[in-house]
Antibody, heavy 119, light 108 residues
């Protein structure tokens, strides 16, 4: 069974940092990309970042580039999203999601981890 | 940046057909994917590549895409179909994945 399990969310002050984790299981990692998608409660879905589990190629949305860093630890079957210089507008539920390619649909979603940025 | 526009809400009676439009400039040239999200849950893929259903998704869900509008159609609507629905494409210009604004489907 394919599973993506996020953790690491919490409460942080503006300008602070947080690292989200996503543990992957139930599929062959080298064939897929993993993305982060966020959602402010009551609002829509927004793509944040992606990484190729095989070669490590990454991509970022303009509004997080330079502040967020996506990475993977192949040995631990774990994906990370390091979030620095956090702003109030980064407050959201962050979902770890699987994609067949860098630009395709998302076929499996984690349950999400909530990040709150507030003073 | 590329924008996808959806109506905020669509209401439909049980057993009827719901059509959810997703508007975007020349969206017919892109592959469109659709997600269903129920309250408190993560989204679920219901249609991919314009008109394909993942395993386990009822045949009542179908999609079309042409010109400037893609459409998700839900036939014989059931109470359990009440949810938010989002379309999604890849914006090749910015190399971003883009979601529509979302449509809340209410079953009367």
């Amino acid at each position: 069974e394919v599973q993506l399990v996020e953790s690491g969310g919490g409460f942080v002050q503006p300008g602070g940092s947080l690292r989200l984790s996503c543990v992957l299981s139930g599929f062959t990692f080298s064939n897929y990309w993993i993305h982060w998608v966020r959602q402010v409660p009551g609002q829509g879905l927004v793509w944040v970042s992606r990484i190729n589990l095989n070669g490590g190629t990454t991509g970022y949305a303009d509004y997080v580039r330079g502040r967020f860093t996506i990475s993977r630890d192949y040995a631990k079957n774990t994906l990370y999203l390091q979030m620095d210089s956090l702003r109030a507008e980064d407050t959201a539920i962050y979902y770890c999601v699987r994609g067949l390619t860098a630009v395709s649909y998302f076929d499996y979603w984690g349950q999400g981890t909530r990040v709150t940025v507030s003073s | 940046s590329y924008a996808l526009t959806q109506p905020p809400s669509v209401s439909v009676a049980p057993g009827q057909t719901a059509k959810i439009p997703c508007g975007g400039n020349n969206i017919g040239s892109k592959s469109v994917h659709w997600y269903q999200q129920k309250p408190g849950q993560a989204p679920v893929l219901v249609v991919f590549d314009d008109n394909n259903r993942p395993s386990g998704i009822p045949e009542r869900f179908s999609g079309s895409n042409s010109g400037n509008t893609a459409t998700l159609t839900i036939s014989s609507v059931e109470a359990g179909d009440e949810a938010d629905y989002y379309c999604q494409v890849w914006d090749i210009t910015n190399d971003h994945l883009v979601f529509g604004t979302g449509t809340k489907v209410t079953v009367l």
